[in-house]
Nanobody
Framework: QVQLVESGGGLVQSGGSLRLSCTAS????????MAWHRQAPGKQREMVAS??????NYAGSVKGRFTISRDNAGNTGYLQMNSLKPEDTAVYYC?????????WGQGTQVTVSS
């Protein structure tokens, strides 16, 4: 059974940095595209960044501040978040495709204080 586990969330002051990790287990081969999404209280879940087929994409609100990457084996993804703002506060979810099935992690809380 494929599982995605996020880590690295926490409380940080405005302007600070955090690095989220997403580790996949239970898969055969490597993962396909990976993405990070977030959901703030009372808001819809939104895609923050994605990586796949050698390209990356970012939401306009995080472009230039967040960087998505993955390790050489392709089964661990990262989201480096710099210059964090209070509006970045949300639960961050990892999403990845394996064997044409979309999987989600349980989420990790990121809180940015002003």
């Amino acid at each position: 059974q494929v599982q995605l586990v996020e880590s690295g969330g926490g409380l940080v002051q405005s302007g600070g940095s955090l690095r989220l990790s997403c580790t996949a287990s239970g898969i055969f081969g490597t993962l396909g595209a990976m993405a990070w999404h977030r959901q703030a209280p009372g808001k819809q879940r939104e895609m923050v960044a994605s990586i796949g087929s050698g390209s990356t994409n970012y939401a306009g609100s995080v472009k230039g501040r967040f960087t998505i990457s993955r390790d050489n084996a392709g089964n661990t993804g990262y989201l480096q978040m710099n210059s964090l703002k209070p509006e970045d506060t949300a639960v961050y979810y990892c999403n990845a495709i394996a064997n044409m099935i979309s999987y989600w992690g349980q989420g990790t809380q990121v809180t940015v204080s002003s």
